[in-house]
């Protein structure tokens, strides 16, 4: 890596919306697609040690319990054969087994009940400051605490980055601001549909009954 640079508004990796995320990584998608790189995402992570030598992404395989009703047990039946070609680990259990699985949960709402092994989670802060760091260690740069203020294309090529800590000159550029990206687009002559929408969370604390290591619980009928 050679004159890369990371820009963050946040005084620290991971300070906005990366450190909220669930950090999921999931192999349950309907579309083919994103289901075949989310098994690459999932063998990445579950091997990330060995992926990025010397670092941590706090990665913690749980299994994934996915409960249909009437209504929606056709879609979870079509999504489990389309994994099966993929090669992602999907089966059908009946209640006892979903059971023994997760003591604590009552699928009496559940006609059908499908188990993936192959689910997890990382813990999104550390995962992205394990990236930072790599890059940093084979020459990447980071400038935090700045904003990106716009971009513009050079006389000769390349980009001019306006910050409000000077002026980045680069030859590409990749813009991952999210919410933010609408006004840096548009002043590149680029329209990409983003709306920002508020979206509540609510953080909780699990009960000491419902402490360790639970698989996560897709309840479809509810959802």
Sequence with gaps: MKDALLVERGQ?????QTSRSTALVR?????????????LSYRYF?????????????FVETGLLVGADSKTEHALKENVAMFKEIGIVSNFIDKDEAKKIEPRLDPS????????PQMGYAEPSTT??????AAQFIGGGVLLNTRVT?????????????TTNGEIIAS??????GVWSNPLFEKLGIKVRIKPVRHPVAIYRRPPEYQGNRPV???????
């Design 172 to 177: 590409k550029v990749i813009i991952a601001t």
């Design 150 to 162: 716009s971009i513009e294309k050079g006389p000769r090529g390349g980009y001019s980055i306006l």
């Design 217 to 223: 619980i897709f309840d479809f009928p509810r959802s």
């Design 109 to 116: 709402s559940f006609s059908a009940i499908a188990h993936e």
């Design 12 to 16: 620290q990796i991971a300070a906005g």
């Design 27 to 39: 192999t349950h998608y309907s579309h083919p697609t994103v289901a075949k790189m989310s098994l």
């Design 128 to 133: 992205a400051s394990s990236f930072t760091q």
């Design 46 to 58: 579950k091997n990330f040690e060995n992926e990025v030598p010397g670092y941590w992404c706090g």
